[in-house]
């Protein structure tokens, strides 16, 4: 699962987190290694502290001390996530951004053994990561806003657009069918999803009714 950037270079990033290095950072690769591979083979029934520190070779007291459970296990691999680099492009026009974007998240949910699968699947198993995967989503249609600031330099978009409603909007074709509806993919789907919620926003359907009503 790709995860995103800061937004853009108009406003200073936020500051990075601080990320464990030497030792501790390459066991808790290891140890997020072995949960999404266990995951993606075993599903999240088989999933325990001690399989996931055999398979990372790593001694089960050390998993115990740093992720107590499995719960605090999946919260990180969410966390990893989101620390993940990721830039979305830019093509030069709104419904080609939001094409590329549908692209990825099409390509990552139907990739062999997908952990993006894997991971939505859990959260409706366990409250720690369904609250981890709520921060996750969140983070990443915040940075996928740019997006739609890009559209507003452009002209494509007024100034007033609800740029979360546009992104669900244009997203959300892509899971309803892979995730929801387990259906094959269809490569015009990305583009066909992408055109019709650009189509849609360039003729004032996600207008943001808070900033209306302010005015």
């Not at 029934?45 to 740093?66: E, F, K, S």
């Not at 979305?88 to 099409?106: C, K, S």
């Not at 992408?194 to 009714?209: M, P």
Request: charged share 25%; with cysteine.
């Amino acid at each position: 699962m790709s995860s995103l950037p800061p937004l853009s270079g108009e406003s200073p990033p936020p500051a990075p987190r601080s990320r464990p290095g030497g030792r501790t950072a390459r066991i808790r690769d290891q140890v997020l290694d072995a949960v999404r591979a266990e995951l993606t083979e075993h599903g999240y029934d088989a999933l325990t502290v001690d399989t996931v520190a055999a398979r990372a070779g790593v001694h089960r007291t050390t998993v115990y001390r740093r992720w107590h459970d499995v719960g605090g296990l999946l919260s990180d691999v969410f966390d990893a996530a989101t620390d993940m680099e990721w830039h979305p492009r830019d093509t030069g026009t709104l419904r080609g951004d939001l094409a590329v974007l549908n692209q990825e998240i099409q390509d990552s949910l139907t990739e062999e053994s997908s952990i993006a699968v894997a991971l939505i699947a859990v959260s409706f198993r366990s409250d720690e990561a369904a609250r981890a995967l709520r921060r996750l989503w969140e983070d990443r249609y915040t940075q996928s806003e740019i997006i739609i600031q890009r559209a507003i330099r452009r002209g494509e978009l007024p100034a007033d657009v609800d740029a979360r409603a546009l992104l669900i909007a244009a997203t959300a074709p892509i899971y309803h069918q892979l995730v929801l509806l387990r259906t094959p993919p269809d490569p015009h789907l990305p583009d066909r999803a992408a055109a019709s919620a650009a189509l849609a926003a360039c003729s004032g359907a996600f207008i943001d009714q808070r900033s209306n009503g302010a005015n």
